[in-house]
């Protein structure tokens, strides 16, 4: 292709994302998203100085390899970073945002927080508006990777341990959340870091059994 017959394209394009952008699917106040000219996309775009959305990317790329977030389709940068957009996967047919979860969905959600705690990586600023449900199995999808970050092994273990906390009490099993978590924080404040992991990873581990709460597995015998 030609310098010239790439450069038209490219002003094309960004006409029609221009004209996407103007209806957007949403917005905040980093960033605005709308539909891509590309069908299955859509594309987030940063809007103030200051964002890192190529962080943001591979951090969501991260998720995405486990399932838990929309496939990343690709990334562009600009000067001043004012402007960059990530386009990634149009999830929006199949399911559903902004919904309070269901204690089953929390326990799901605690069990894909702390997948990505084992892996290194902190998400935060999980509310409503940044969590989709697929429309069948009311299974959670994570959106929005602008508040979050990598960890080390100290900041992880009391992330996964927080995330099983947050997981058990969910299930109807807070009081081994909270001793769990305490425990794991003793752990860390002797300096324990091997110890405090490995007793995160074993509570995680009980966390990733449990399908439903225990008021509704208990139910399903009488």
């Known amino acids: 292709m030609s310098q010239a017959r790439k450069l038209i394209d490219e002003y094309l394009r960004e006409g029609r994302l221009s004209a996407n952008r103007s209806q957007p699917i949403g917005a905040g106040s980093y960033g605005v998203v709308y539909q891509s000219d590309v069908p299955g996309n859509v594309i987030k775009q940063s809007t103030q100085y200051g964002q890192d959305l190529e962080k943001e990317a591979n951090l969501q790329a991260i998720a995405a390899d486990l399932g838990i977030a929309p496939q990343v389709r690709g990334l562009e940068t600009f000067r001043g970073g004012v402007g960059d957009r990530i386009e990634m996967q149009d999830i ?89 978590r305490a425990t794991v924080m003793d752990y860390l404040e002797g300096g324990d870091v091997d110890e405090a992991m490995d007793l995160a990873k074993q509570g995680f581990s009980k966390l990733q059994k449990i399908i439903a709460p225990l008021t509704e597995a208990v139910s399903l015998y009488w």
């Open 92 to 180: 929006r047919d199949n399911y559903t945002v902004g919904t309070s979860p269901t204690a089953r969905q929390s326990i799901q959600q605690a069990q894909q927080i702390g997948e990505l705690a084992l892996r290194g990586v902190r998400l935060e600023d999980r509310r409503d508006a940044n969590i989709a449900y697929n429309k069948t199995t009311g299974r959670p999808m994570q959106l929005d990777f602008g508040i979050a970050g990598k960890m080390d092994k100290a900041q992880s273990a009391a992330y996964l341990s927080q995330a099983t906390a947050e997981g058990m009490e969910a299930a109807g099993l807070g009081d081994f959340g909270s001793i769990l």
